[in-house]
Nanobody
């Protein structure tokens, strides 16, 4: 059974940091590019970042470039999102996605709230 389980969300003050984790099981994690998405209340889901299967390449949305870092540890079947200099507009449910050709899997998401 395929599972993607996010953790690490919470409430943080503006300017603070959080690290999200996404633990995968039930598929060959090391062969899948992984992505993070987010969805704020009343808004469409937004792509945040992607990392290749071997971790050699990353790509970011302009809104998070320079503040967020995506990484992965294939030995632990886990992808991470380090979020620094958080802003109130980063408030959203963050979800990870595994996609390879026509095979796609999503996690349930973790809430990140940036507020003073």
């Amino acid at each position: 059974q395929v599972q993607l389980v996010e953790s690490g969300g919470g409430l943080v003050q503006p300017g603070g940091s959080l690290r999200l984790s996404c633990a995968a099981s039930g598929f060959t994690f090391s062969t899948y590019p992984m992505s993070w998405y987010r969805q704020a209340p009343g808004k469409e889901r937004e792509w945040v970042a992607t990392i290749t299967s071997d971790g050699s390449l990353t790509n970011y949305a302009d809104s998070v470039k320079g503040r967020f870092t995506i990484s992965r540890l294939n030995a632990k079947n886990t992808v991470y999102l380090q979020m620094n200099s958080l802003k109130p507009e980063d408030t959203a449910v963050y979800s990870c996605k595994a996609r390879r050709f026509t095979s796609e899997h999503w996690g349930q998401g973790t809430q990140v709230t940036v507020s003073s």
